[in-house]
Every structure is written in structure tokens, then in C-alpha cells.
């Protein structure tokens, strides 16, 4: 059975080998190796290696032996986090004791700074710095120096615009499209 697999999806975004391991000459990340069986009608495929590699062998599979998702994949927003870590070198830094901000936020308005120590959360979270990817408003209050009129209006619009989720009571995190945005609008803004 043919293991290169051909279609209409969009493979750019998709890193992962055609067999879904990494080959010879490859870097081997060191996070666990994941391996993943498919069955779909008389075509079988099995992915290997770490998880977003996986994750990205199987998408690409579906995509190309089930045509209607391609029209998914082509809508999908995805934000690579590895890749906006590498952008926001100099943004944030992973310490010790965790993920600080280095530039100075003055410029930034009360919606992009609540919005950045949001994706400090994450950055924390992903690094391993932290065991939630979430703040409180009342983090949120103290973190920013705005009073808590103004982090509650601006988590409702960051919230009602789908850039920031309620989790719990007072809990808040930022979703992938407030990431993506972040990583758009505000990350050149702190660089520049």
C-alpha cells in the first residue's frame, strides 16, 4: 500500500514526513513519542513521532482521504507556538522563576495590555513555568495598574470579539485567535 499520500490540502503548514517519523538527519525533539493507527474504508496509514508531528500527519492524512476537510484545513487557524516563541524573543524571556516581559508596555493601550499579560499566562503555561494558562481578573488588575472597571470592560470587549475566554469565575485566558492577533498587532508594536 502506498504510504505518500497526495491531495488537495493545504501541506504547507503541515511539517510532518509522509510517514509521520523523523527521518535520518532530522532533529528529534524531546518531548514523548506518540504513534497513531488509521483505519479509514481500504486505506491504513500509522504516524509516528512526537505529538505535533502526529497531530499533523493525521490532519494531513484526513484532509487528503476525506476531500471535505481540505475546505477545513484551508479555514483552520493554527498558531505555531514554537514559532511565535521565536518572534517574541525579546518580548518575553523564560526565567527561573518564570516568563517576565522585558519591553516596557506604555505604549500599549489597556486592551493590548491586558491582552499581553494574557499571553504571558500562555507563554508560562507552554514553557512549563506554570501550571495554568489562565489569570484571574483580580491578576489581571494588579499586573496592568488599571483599576478593575476598566480590566472588567476590556475582558468583556476582548471576550464578546473572541480574542479572550471565560473560563470560571473571574478566570480568563487567551484563545487562538487572540494569539494569533497579539502576534499580528501588538508583538511589532513591542518590538518596534
Not at 502506498?2 to 491531495?7: A, C, F, K, S
Not at 471535505?68 to 526565567?95: C, H, M, P, Q, Y
Amino acid at each position: 500500500m502506498q504510504d505518500d499520500y497526495r491531495g488537495e490540502c493545504n501541506t504547507e503548514q503541515w511539517t510532518a514526513q509522509s510517514d509521520g517519523h523523523a527521518g535520518e538527519g532530522n532533529e528529534v525533539s524531546e518531548q514523548p513519542q506518540v504513534e497513531v493507527a488509521i483505519r479509514y474504508r481500504d486505506v491504513e496509514k500509522t504516524i509516528r513521532g512526537n505529538p505535533e508531528e502526529v497531530f499533523r500527519g493525521v490532519f494531513q492524512f484526513l484532509c487528503e482521504t476525506i476531500p471535505a476537510l481540505d475546505v477545513v484545513s484551508r479555514i483552520t487557524l493554527t498558531v505555531n507556538f514554537a514559532d511565535f516563541l521565536k518572534e517574541a524573543a525579546g518580548v518575553f524571556a523564560v526565567t527561573p522563576e518564570g516568563v517576565v516581559v522585558l519591553t516596557p508596555p506604555e505604549a500599549l493601550t489597556d486592551r493590548e495590555l491586558v491582552m499581553l499579560y494574557l499571553v504571558r499566562a500562555k507563554v508560562s503555561f507552554e514553557t512549563g513555568r506554570s501550571d495554568k494558562e489562565t489569570l484571574l481578573a483580580s491578576d489581571l488588575i494588579s499586573l496592568t495598574g488599571k483599576g478593575s472597571g476598566t480590566v472588567a470592560g476590556r475582558l468583556s470587549e476582548l471576550s464578546g470579539e473572541g480574542f479572550v475566554e471565560r473560563i470560571g469565575k473571574g478566570e480568563y485566558r487567551v484563545t487562538t485567535f487572540g494569539l494569533h492577533r497579539f502576534q499580528q498587532d501588538v508583538l511589532p508594536k513591542l518590538k518596534g
